[in-house]
């Protein structure tokens, strides 16, 4: 086809597509087509506003490398990450789950940890906490050794991956579930933090006139054999961001169980004061066990980032 009209350019690219062996690869690169043609006809998009939304992809790329991931940030920020996390859990978007965003600060090496010991690993301010989960089948019955890692950011703001100051492996841990399927860990409450927008995602949320905080939370990475790799965060219940969370990871079923103790006696002598408490279960699919790939692959070096605070 000799291309005539604009009427032609779609019909002529899908044509093209039909020698692709993979029938999933094509069926998803025929409605990327479809949908980014229509999109381009509907907003009659100028030739300008292509080369600058050319010029903005290119930018993500040049913002991301080994210790920073813009695409991870822009696709929570668009509400994309949670999107494609809820059709891919509870029953395939069905059912409610505690399935979440991975986020861009995991790491697969976490250390080992045993059961009720800190993952505080360098001096971190911050109130005492002491957390329980619980990790069950669909059926309600605990799944024994499962593994959970676990992870957040300090109360300053950082994960330990952008934060040179931090101990290597700061507030992080994996742990080793019981009989009972129970796991637990001392650490700090969380606290919520904005993210980075130094770059294209910055850029973004400047003219959307949006705020760039995240409320307060833990992350978890549940993996056994047999089981769909479980990956979570749990909201911190009263953070003021929690209706308006700039990756839009908030969903009811994982709005926290943190409970303020402000006389009862912790569970470590050493604390006095105010702490806190944690308990959650999660429910995990049956499936297959496959870690997603880090986002990131090193540790920041130099100086702590300067974090900037966003004001719709």
């Known amino acids: 086809m000799i291309i005539q009209s604009q009427a032609d350019v779609t019909p002529k690219v899908l044509s093209e597509l039909q020698r692709a062996e993979n029938p999933r690869f094509k069926h998803i690169i025929e409605a990327l087509v479809r949908h980014l043609h229509a999109f381009a006809r509907e907003v009659k998009l100028t030739e300008e506003e292509f080369q600058q939304a050319c010029a903005y992809v290119n930018a993500i790329g040049?913002?991301?490398?080994?210790?920073?991931?813009?695409?991870?940030?822009?696709?929570?920020?668009?509400?994309?990450?949670?999107?494609?996390?809820?059709?891919?859990?509870?029953?395939?978007?069905?059912?409610?789950?505690?399935?979440?965003?991975?986020?861009?600060?995991?790491?697969?090496e976490s250390p080992p940890t045993a059961n009720g010991a800190s993952i505080i690993r360098s001096p971190t301010p911050g109130d005492p906490l002491f957390a329980k989960g619980w990790v069950?089948?669909?059926?309600?019955?605990?799944?024994?050794?499962?593994?959970?890692?676990?992870?957040?950011?300090?109360?300053?703001?950082?994960?330990?991956?952008?934060?040179p100051g931090q101990a290597d492996m700061n507030l992080r841990g994996k742990f080793t579930t019981d009989a009972n399927g129970e796991f637990s860990f001392r650490s700090i409450l969380p606290a919520g933090y904005p993210i980075p927008v130094n770059g294209p995602?910055?850029?973004?949320?400047?003219?959307?006139?949006?705020?760039?905080?995240?409320?307060?939370h833990l992350h978890f990475l549940i993996v056994k054999d047999g089981f769909k790799t479980h990956i979570s965060q749990v909201y911190v219940s009263g953070d003021p961001n929690l209706e308006t969370d700039v990756q839009f990871g908030v969903t009811k079923a994982l709005i926290g169980n943190y409970v303020r103790h402000e006389s009862e006696k912790a569970p470590a002598a050493d604390v006095a004061g105010p702490w806190y408490s944690f308990e959650q279960t999660f429910n995990i699919e049956?499936?297959?066990?496959?870690?997603?790939?880090?986002p990131i692959s090193a540790k920041a070096e130099g100086q702590r980032p300067v974090l900037e605070v966003l004001t719709p």
């Open 136 to 163: 069950k089948d669909p059926d309600g019955k605990p799944i024994a050794g499962a593994e959970v890692d676990v992870w957040q950011s300090s109360t300053e703001g950082f994960y330990e991956n952008q934060d």
């Open 286 to 294: 049956r499936g297959v066990s496959k870690l997603p790939r880090a």
């Open 62 to 108: 040049k913002a991301s490398n080994e210790t920073h991931n813009e695409a991870v940030l822009m696709a929570g920020s668009l509400g994309l990450s949670a999107l494609v996390c809820l059709l891919n859990n509870g029953n395939n978007g069905q059912t409610e789950t505690t399935a979440n965003l991975l986020g861009p600060f995991w790491r697969p």
């Open 201 to 216: 995602v910055g850029d973004m949320l400047r003219v959307l006139k949006r705020h760039n905080m995240r409320p307060a």
